[in-house]
């Protein structure tokens, strides 16, 4: 799942992330960042294209650099190397659209065996409860932590 990812940069507080995006639409600049909330221990995770001139991280974009698979992975690769910094910390992840949350879920669903190996991984619900992520349950977002 995560061998056919991008090479990335990262800050030394493994807080934030670069990587090229390479294809049809040319080489775009990506960023991860996982920012801290107003719960201790809580993060959240954003990433989307960065704008070379304000470095503005835009989610809303949509590249269509033929690649997502391998950007998602890239992204939860990060995930992997901020757990291991942060070993407490719970990450929030939701899309900027449902449809990308929707992304999201199929992304966890179709590597599940091999996430739920080293994370635990809640789905919100639309009636706002958090449960055990379901393959075939809508979410509006996700909250994942690490397994140690």
Do not use: C
């Amino acid at each position: 799942m995560l061998t056919n990812r991008y090479k990335f940069e990262s800050a030394p507080d493994l807080l934030t992330f670069e990587f090229k995006s390479v294809g049809p639409v040319g080489i775009v600049t990506k960023a991860v960042r996982y920012t801290s909330t107003d719960t201790a221990g809580v993060y959240n995770l954003g990433f989307g294209d960065k704008d070379p001139l304000t470095g503005y991280v835009d989610d809303k974009s949509i590249t269509n650099n033929r690649d997502s698979q391998k950007v998602l992975a890239t992204v939860a690769y990060t995930l992997y190397l901020f757990t291991e910094r942060y070993p407490d910390a719970i990450v929030l992840a939701s899309g900027s659209t449902l449809a990308r949350t929707r992304l999201y879920r199929i992304g966890i669903a179709s590597n599940f065996s091999d996430i739920e190996q080293d994370f635990d991984v809640l789905g919100l619900t639309d009636l706002i409860e958090w449960e055990p992520f379901r393959k075939n349950a809508d979410y509006l977002a996700f909250s994942i932590r690490r397994k140690f």
